[in-house]
């Protein structure tokens, strides 16, 4: 381990192992090599990643590997290289023999090590070499309870997907929807919560009253989302860590598509007042609200952009729901959506460059993205009641979800915002309403 220019990179995890602190990070060599994935155009290329089982435990080292190796596959991005072609067992991590995984086409390599320390934490070490080059890229280490081993694999996975690609990872996230369960007309509805990949759900409702729309905080630590008991609608915040919950609000009429601010300090929402729908904001302070849209027409699910200067909306105002932007006071209103179909559920991506959408034309139903100016629109998947996109933290893969009718229901699945590797996430039952957390804290 080099111990000069060390670099001190802590996150805190509240898990209930407790706390893991991210520890020094591991210097390339100066003459590093600048293997690097372009993402920026067309399909790009997977990197072919050899990823050899840590050293230490097989079991606990074997466990973390598949997860940093699944996390990557499932982007897209990366090919993990069969292990059955390695040609070096690897003995020490620090020094491969690069000629070996030169032969099998492996551009990058990760090597590292799982180590027991007396008081029960482990320490994992990895580094991460560029093959062809025969020079380090990064590494790091992490000491944490047992308890946290796939976060420390989601977030070595992060790593790696940052140092290659120039980007941030989002596999340290989690993703909230609705659990659905039960007969088709009976169907019991809980708010349920789940790492990115499908692993540890747990249920934050009881599933005795209807929930809709869960949508995180900026902090990952609340979620805002619809509850109806009997034909009451309300507006709870959800503390996740504590299970606490409090009312944002009770108002007259319905209430709908709460959202938080990119500040966290306010919800904007649609409440239904006299048979017409408008957008209004809420202070989370002093609960005071104004409003934004006063039409004649229903104006429903609104989503700030990143800086909080804009607001996309869709509105039937116009004859048919369309998807429209306004600034955030609620000034300069105007359609973005053009095409010959319905819109709905807009979405604005984490980095500002893409507004998301459900478009329905003839019984097909499609999630695409436009540009925030309406240019550039494009369909990413089509089937039978495609709904709901939620973009990952660094804007470049969409959940949502699929209900395929008849007597099945609703499941999860991702696709790139360039239309390709769709993929079905695992879930206990039937699943909607998805909602990605930013990167965990």
Same mark, same amino acid.
């Given at each position: 381990m080099n111990s000069n220019g060390l670099v001190l990179n802590r996150r805190r995890l509240l898990t209930a192992g407790g706390a893991l602190a991210a520890g020094a990070m591991l210097q390339a060599t100066p003459a590093a090599a600048q293997l690097k994935l372009d993402i920026t155009s067309g399909t790009p290329q997977p990197i072919p990643i050899a990823l050899p089982d840590l050293l230490g435990d097989p079991q606990?080292?074997?466990?973390i590997t598949e997860v940093i190796s699944n996390d990557l596959k499932r982007?897209?991005?990366?090919?993990? $290289?069969?292990?059955?072609?390695? $040609?070096?067992? $690897? @003995?020490?991590?620090?020094?491969?023999? /690069?000629?070996?995984?030169? *032969?099998? !086409? +492996?551009?990058?390599?990760m090597t590292g090590r799982v180590t027991r320390q007396a008081d029960g934490r482990f320490q994992v070490t990895f580094r991460l070499w560029d093959v062809f080059a025969g020079q380090q890229l990064t590494g790091q280490q992490f000491v944490a309870q047992p308890d946290n081993w796939r976060r420390i694999a989601h977030i070595i996975a992060d790593v790696i997907y940052q140092r290659l690609?120039?980007?941030?990872? %989002?596999?340290?996230?989690?993703? +909230? /929807?609705?659990?659905?369960s039960g007969p088709k007309q009976q169907r019991v509805k809980r708010l349920a919560i789940m790492d990115q990949d499908g692993a540890n759900v747990s249920y934050l409702t009881r599933g005795d009253e209807l929930v809709m729309t869960p949508r995180f905080s900026p902090t990952a630590q609340e979620i805002v989302y619809m509850s109806y008991t009997g034909n009451a609608p309300r507006v709870y915040l959800l503390n996740i860590e504590t299970g606490q919950r409090e009312v944002v609000g009770q108002f007259p009429g319905m209430t709908f598509s709460p959202r938080f601010a990119p #500040?966290?300090?306010?919800?904007?929402?649609?409440?239904?007042? !006299?048979?017409?729908? !408008?957008? /209004?904001?809420? #202070?989370?302070?002093?609960?005071?609200?104004?409003?934004? @849209?006063?039409?004649?027409?229903?104006? &429903?699910?609104?989503? %700030?952009?990143?800086?909080?200067?804009?607001?996309?909306?869709?509105?039937?105002?116009?004859g048919s729901s369309q998807i429209y932007i306004m600034n955030a006071d609620g000034s300069n209103q105007q359609r973005i959506s053009f095409g010959d179909a319905r819109y709905s559920t807009p979405v604005w991506s984490p980095r500002g460059d893409w507004i998301a959408? &459900?478009?329905?034309?003839?019984?097909?139903?499609? $999630?695409?993205?436009?540009?925030? #100016?309406?240019?550039?629109?494009? *369909?990413?998947t089509e089937g039978y009641h495609n709904e709901g996109p939620?973009?990952?933290?660094?804007?470049?893969?969409?959940?949502?979800?699929r209900d395929p009718g008849g007597g099945s229901g609703p499941s999860l699945y991702t696709v790139n915002t360039t239309g390709y590797n769709e993929m079905r996430l695992p879930t206990p039952s039937y699943a909607s309403d998805p909602a990605w957390s930013p990167l965990r804290s």
């Amino acid at each position: 381990m080099n111990s000069n220019g060390l670099v001190l990179n802590r996150r805190r995890l509240l898990t209930a192992g407790g706390a893991l602190a991210a520890g020094a990070m591991l210097q390339a060599t100066p003459a590093a090599a600048q293997l690097k994935l372009d993402i920026t155009s067309g399909t790009p290329q997977p990197i072919p990643i050899a990823l050899p089982d840590l050293l230490g435990d097989p079991q606990q080292a074997r466990a973390i590997t598949e997860v940093i190796s699944n996390d990557l596959k499932r982007s897209g991005l990366f090919a993990p $290289i069969d292990p059955n072609a390695f $040609i070096e067992k $690897i @003995t020490n991590p620090d020094a491969p023999r /690069f000629q070996d995984w030169r *032969v099998i !086409n +492996a551009q990058a390599l990760m090597t590292g090590r799982v180590t027991r320390q007396a008081d029960g934490r482990f320490q994992v070490t990895f580094r991460l070499w560029d093959v062809f080059a025969g020079q380090q890229l990064t590494g790091q280490q992490f000491v944490a309870q047992p308890d946290n081993w796939r976060r420390i694999a989601h977030i070595i996975a992060d790593v790696i997907y940052q140092r290659l690609t120039g980007e941030p990872g %989002y596999f340290d996230t989690r993703i +909230a /929807f609705v659990d659905e369960s039960g007969p088709k007309q009976q169907r019991v509805k809980r708010l349920a919560i789940m790492d990115q990949d499908g692993a540890n759900v747990s249920y934050l409702t009881r599933g005795d009253e209807l929930v809709m729309t869960p949508r995180f905080s900026p902090t990952a630590q609340e979620i805002v989302y619809m509850s109806y008991t009997g034909n009451a609608p309300r507006v709870y915040l959800l503390n996740i860590e504590t299970g606490q919950r409090e009312v944002v609000g009770q108002f007259p009429g319905m209430t709908f598509s709460p959202r938080f601010a990119p #500040d966290g300090q306010s919800v904007i929402m649609s409440l239904d007042q !006299n048979g017409n729908a !408008n957008i /209004f904001v809420m #202070d989370l302070r002093s609960k005071a609200t104004r409003r934004l @849209t006063n039409t004649s027409a229903i104006d &429903t699910g609104p989503c %700030y952009s990143p800086d909080g200067r804009q607001i996309c909306f869709e509105s039937d105002r116009g004859g048919s729901s369309q998807i429209y932007i306004m600034n955030a006071d609620g000034s300069n209103q105007q359609r973005i959506s053009f095409g010959d179909a319905r819109y709905s559920t807009p979405v604005w991506s984490p980095r500002g460059d893409w507004i998301a959408f &459900t478009r329905s034309s003839r019984g097909q139903f499609a $999630i695409g993205v436009m540009k925030p #100016d309406g240019s550039g629109e494009r *369909v990413l998947t089509e089937g039978y009641h495609n709904e709901g996109p939620s973009f990952c933290p660094n804007g470049r893969v969409l959940a949502f979800f699929r209900d395929p009718g008849g007597g099945s229901g609703p499941s999860l699945y991702t696709v790139n915002t360039t239309g390709y590797n769709e993929m079905r996430l695992p879930t206990p039952s039937y699943a909607s309403d998805p909602a990605w957390s930013p990167l965990r804290s």
